[in-house]
């Protein structure tokens, strides 16, 4: 998993917001435009395969405006990705997951909290 599913996960988000939000068979103009600009983010993310999933990386790439754009996609799409593409959906939410709990300071951190926690 990595770019490749990235992209899959993101024509696959913007396809069905495009569809129930636009009434579009296929990707209106504005949704084609979006798709493009964050597939060329994702192309050019510096992680490569390591990519984090957006939400949790840390460089935030996208210029304000296209950021809303994508983040009203997600925000839409994400929760309805479990019905419609019921693997990418928790592949997406999985590697969230593992994005969150990488960072590497907060887990660390984390870790010292709960071992302290736990011996007093
Ligand atoms: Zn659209």
Known sequence: MGRQQERRTLRAMIRLYCKQQHQ???????????????????????????KPVCRSCEIHCYTPKMRERITAVMRYAGPRMMAHHPILGVLHLLKARRGRRGTLRASAEGVGRDKRGESS
Do not use: I, K, M, N
Not at 29 to 38: D, H, I, M, P, R
């Open 24 to 50: 579009s068979v296929s990707l209106c103009e504005a949704c084609l435009e979006l798709l493009t600009y964050a597939e060329a983010r994702v192309a050019h993310c510096p992680f490569g395969d390591e």
